[in-house]
């Protein structure tokens, strides 16, 4: 109790310098913390970009043409994608190493591990439609799946520990890539593998991990081949064009050639370990991709989508965290986190990333071995203040139906000086207000969702979004999102009382 007082103490100091304005009462802290914790923006569609908009674009196009040329790059195809639609496509230098035609949007890439992202999205989608589900032992699909356990703590892998890269599974099969046959064949190559550490303890990269998952999912769920699951769930389903699993002859036809160690290359046939790394994408089919994701339930419903994009759980030292075969990377100007997912084979480099509350992905291909990393944040750090540009001016406040009704000042019976005042801004349509207690907490309010859509007894808690201030503190807040209940007079239909459960304990009433 007394380290809770203190914490809530230090917090009534830090905002004890917010004026008392009730829609401006975070502008005082809008210098905020060097990366403040961005405000969930609401976004629009973007028909053609225009203004500054327009003319960054066209400077990170420059850029990218420029770190291109200086890093002596064989042939590259990027993207930047925002609500389904491409904002800038940049390509650049030979679909063929030592030819003059360049890659298109629609150039077919190895996209080598971003294979792993599809992979985990067929097993997100069988737990979609009742098939498995994510905290199941990996027997329950492949009941012959085994491996020497050194450790014998009694734990058996899941599906998740193997999207998350700590199942302790070894890096590659014992025949490398070139495991071909059947699954009961290659499950019992698998079974005499060690585990590399404990189930569960860290992060440890595993193709294996992602060749079982795939044919644990394809097999085992949809009583099918991953080649037939893929095209049936993802490629027909978003009508993708240039994007498969077999580099055929006809795919190499119309393909970028890669560029390794001197020598023309297509990448490796990685036979069973396929679901780890063998597939073939366009920009313009992974931009599809990620919009959809971001934007719809073609692919995956929105919960699933939601639990997906946000999975990552088990976190590196350098501060990338692993999930759901998503990699994710604190971008240091926005505060925004990028989950993306890159790959490499002989040949090929590719990124696919996004940053699913602005709806803005980003992808590159490249027909070499190079670094995508820095080349993607390099370009989330460039594109997203001028997206956050483009949307603050359009955002408008949450809308409260009736918000007349709740107007006033309400107090507490056991200490009138802790209030809460409730203002309503006719001009920009905002109900909003500040609770007073040796400062001044701003808020709005807003409809709550689900099932309390429609209940105006109920309302929602947000904060404004001109608070500068950090995710840390934010959480320390409490109140953030939490719902607040009123008790309507009988005689006028106004609020007589409100409820705060998430402020000061669950009993805090207050009445006019």
Known sequence: PQMATSFWCLLVLCLTIVCAEPFD?????????????????????LEKPSGALSEGLHEIEEWLRTEFDQRKLVGMSMQIVYDGKPLLSVNAGARVPGETAAPTSDTPFRIASITKAFTALLAYQAV????????????SLLPDFAYVDPFDHGEQITFRDLMAHVSGLQRD???????????????????????????????????????????????????????????????????????????TEAVRARMAVGYSGGSLTYGSNLHWTSPAGQMYASANDLSTVLSSLMRDDTLLSAPLRSEWLDSARYS??????????????????????????????????????????????????????????????????????LLVDYLEPLQQGPV?????LYVGTYK??????????????????????????????GFYLKNAPGRYQDDK?????????????????????????????????????????????????DKLVLTR
Request: aromatic fraction near 12%.
């Open 128 to 139: 979609d439609d009742g098939l498995m589900k994510l905290g199941d032992p990996v027997t």
């Open 400 to 404: 409260v139906n009736n918000p007349s």
């Open 173 to 247: 099969m014992p025949c490398l890539s070139g495991c071909t046959g059947s699954t009961p064949e290659n499950l019992e190559k698998i079974a005499g593998s060690m585990l590399t550490h404990r189930i569960g303890e860290y992060p440890s990269y595993s193709n294996l991990g992602f060749a079982v998952l795939g044919h644990a999912v394809a097999e085992g769920a949809y009583d099918s081949t991953f080649g037939e699951v893929l095209s049936e769930n993802v490629i027909a389903r978003l009508g993708l064009s240039n994007t498969g699993l077999n580099v």
């Open 412 to 441: 507490y019976f056991l200490n009138p000086a802790f209030q809460v005042s409730i203002n309503y801004n006719e001009k920009a349509n905002i109900l909003g207000g500040a609770f007073h207690v040796n400062g001044n907490y």
């Open 316 to 385: 590196y030292r350098d501060g990338t965290a692993f999930g759901g075969s998503w990699e994710i990377v604190n971008l240091k100007n926005g505060g925004y986190n990028i989950v993306t997912k890159s790959g490499g084979i002989g040949g090929f480099s590719t990124e696919m990333s996004m940053i699913p509350s602005l709806k803005l992905g980003v992808v590159f291909l490249f027909n070499q071995n190079t670094q995508p990393r820095p080349l993607t944040v390099s370009v989330f750090e460039k594109v997203v203040p």
């Open 457 to 505: 007894r109920v309302l929602q808690l947000s904060l404004p979004p001109q608070a500068k201030i950090s995710c840390f503190l934010k959480a320390g807040l409490a109140f953030y999102d939490q719902y607040v209940y009123f008790d309507f007079s009988s005689v006028n239909g106004t609020a007589k009382s409100v409820q705060v459960p998430g402020f000061f304990g």
């Open 25 to 45: 009462v975070f502008r005082d802290l809008s210098a905020g913390p060097e990366d403040p914790c961005p405000f969930p923006l609401q976004t629009y569609p």
